[in-house]
């Protein structure tokens, strides 16, 4: 298998595992709350992605660097939404 | 820097954003409920896990096979808990 073909498997993934957080930022942002979804993991995650962003700043992986950097936004988004709404 | 010191910063994000579903799934099977965890964003995200594992598996990679098979697991147990409960 050519190696391009093997790095749109990387790609794709990447896509998708980021833009996947989008969807949930939409829900919670229309329902107005997000009980269910556990703080810790929110916390634990955007800690880990954090050292991706590093990590990919540390070896210059664009890719990495870039699909951390939005994964990041979309999950502090949906913190501050979900802390927001349980205080109001 | 190291490179041995670049790559800590690999596992331990790698470790962070895969442990984070631990407490999801605890959360769900606690309170019996993940009305508020956007379906969405569990089954695009699990594609998008289900691509790493195939891109992990193509260059021949440990760390991303197992990290993602860990990953795919706790999610598709909290995709299967949210519908399970949804259904009662």
């Keep these: 298998m050519h190696s391009s073909n093997i ?5 794709f993934a990447a ?3 980021t833009a ?3 969807p949930q930022l939409i829900k919670t942002l229309k329902t107005k709350k997000a009980e269910d979804v ?3 993991t ?4 955007l800690c880990g ?9 540390k070896i210059s992986s664009l890719p990495i660097l870039i699909a951390n950097i939005i994964t ?4 502090f988004l ?3 939404s979900k802390i927001y709404y349980a205080r109001k």
Tied chains: 1, 2.
């Design 42 to 45: 929110l916390i634990m995650f």
């Design 20 to 22: 996947a957080f989008l």
């Design 49 to 57: 992605v954090f050292f991706w962003i590093i990590y990919g700043y």
């Design 7 to 11: 790095e749109f498997f990387g790609y």
């Design 72 to 75: 990041f936004t979309l999950n």
């Design 38 to 40: 556990s703080l810790v």
């Design 78 to 80: 949906i913190l501050f």
């Design 15 to 17: 896509i998708l595992t």
